[in-house]
């Protein structure tokens, strides 16, 4: 990676005996979108409110485009923020809101209906301009909130759960736009979420976060198909988990041994025969037939869930229960029939053993 645009160095943050962030380390490259990922109450939000200076660190250093700033009041960061419930005024109109951080700045009244006119074009907000913040739709809210913090000119865009008022279709429509209007800015932006999905599919880098600390950085896909451990295996995404052993080692893969029976993976440095490890199998690396057939294993449909172009299945293969997605077909979905379960090399991967 090049040099990072922001960097965190040791960060962390205490309230009372509560550790919030615990000595965070991160590099954020410039103009991509890096998000912090996790479940409520791991952090992410304070570290966002450290890099933006609400809160002031324990430890640690927090430097934008190699200068360190946490010495510096908010206003003087170069940062700006969009929260999750938006923070518009309504007493205010929708050019007045825009314009908030721009007066405060004592910019020159040309100055500041330039941008401000600008942006709300940029935005597809021209008509809104007289409008209360009221009447608009949850989407054109967002974007009004997110007018205001790009008018300023910020050298790092923060999003606090920004999408998270919104309804599910209207929450998609709009992370496909916000993602638009970023890559069109090429804004350094820092995203704040707990939902999965949303990170996935709007990130360059997700930094996962587990009780204050990182516990993997990586694209979009390298946290999902190959996971640092079972923390971040569970949480991104649907996984199942068998327990397994090394049988082998060869050149061309690691021959396991496994309640499924005898699996193939990629070779790994890090393994040796005898070693314990935990398989990971999403749902997406099974697949069911109605006929047996290449080493297939007997596999009881316990239920099925219709999410449109895929349906889940959940099966019974001995004693264990795995999920199945399928790609929407023509395959039998009752509960109780008997299908075949195979297994997709090339998708299984290994994690260190859970303690016994």
């Known amino acids: 990676m090049d040099k990072a645009y922001v960097e965190l160095v040791r960060l962390s943050k205490r309230f009372g005996r509560v550790t919030a962030v615990a000595d965070v380390s991160l590099e ?105 913040p009221l009447r608009l739709s949850g989407g054109q809210q967002q974007r009004v909130a997110l007018a205001r913090a790009l008018v300023v000119e910020p050298d790092v865009l923060l999003l606090d759960e920004p999408l998270s008022n919104l309804d599910a279709k209207l929450r998609a429509r709009v992370r496909t736009e916000l993602k638009e209007i970023q890559q069109s800015l090429g804004k350094t932006t820092i995203f704040v979420t707990h939902d999965q999905e949303e990170a996935l599919s709007i990130s360059d880098r997700v930094a996962i976060m587990d009780a204050g600390r990182i516990r993997q950085v990586g694209s979009p896909i390298q946290v999902y198909t190959r996971p640092a451990d079972r923390f971040v295996a569970d949480f991104v995404g649907i996984a199942n988990f068998l327990p397994g052993t090394i049988r082998e080692v060869t050149a061309e893969g690691l021959v396991v041994e496994s309640p499924l029976g005898i699996l193939t993976a990629q070779p790994r440095p890090d393994v040796r025969e005898g070693h314990r490890v935990t398989i990971l199998l999403r749902p997406e690396a099974l697949r069911l037939a109605l006929t047996p057939g290449g080493g297939g294993l007997s596999a009881r449909i316990r239920s099925t869930s219709f999410l449109g172009g895929t349906r889940r299945y959940r099966v019974q293969v001995g004693e264990l229960e795995l999920v199945v997605d399928e790609a929407f077909s023509s395959l039998v979905e009752e509960p109780g029939r008997e299908t075949w379960l195979t297994v997709d090399a090339e998708r299984l991967h290994l994690l260190p053993a859970e303690p016994a």
């Not at 923020?81 to 309504?90: E, N, R, S, T």
């Not at 825009?98 to 935005?123: H, Q, S």
């Open 28 to 132: 954020i490259p410039e103009g991509q979108i890096t998000t912090l990922l996790g479940p409520s109450g791991c952090g992410k939000t304070t570290l966002l409110r450290l890099i933006a200076g609400f809160f002031p660190q324990d430890t640690g250093e927090v430097r934008i485009k190699g200068k360190r700033v946490d010495h510096l009041p908010p206003q003087r960061r170069s940062t700006a923020i969009v929260f999750q419930d938006y923070a518009l005024f309504p007493h205010l109109s929708v050019f007045e809101n825009v314009a908030y951080g721009l007066r405060r700045r004592r910019t020159r009244a040309p100055e500041i209906t330039r941008r401000v006119r600008d942006i709300l074009r940029f935005l597809g907000l021209e008509a809104q301009e007289a409008a209360s």
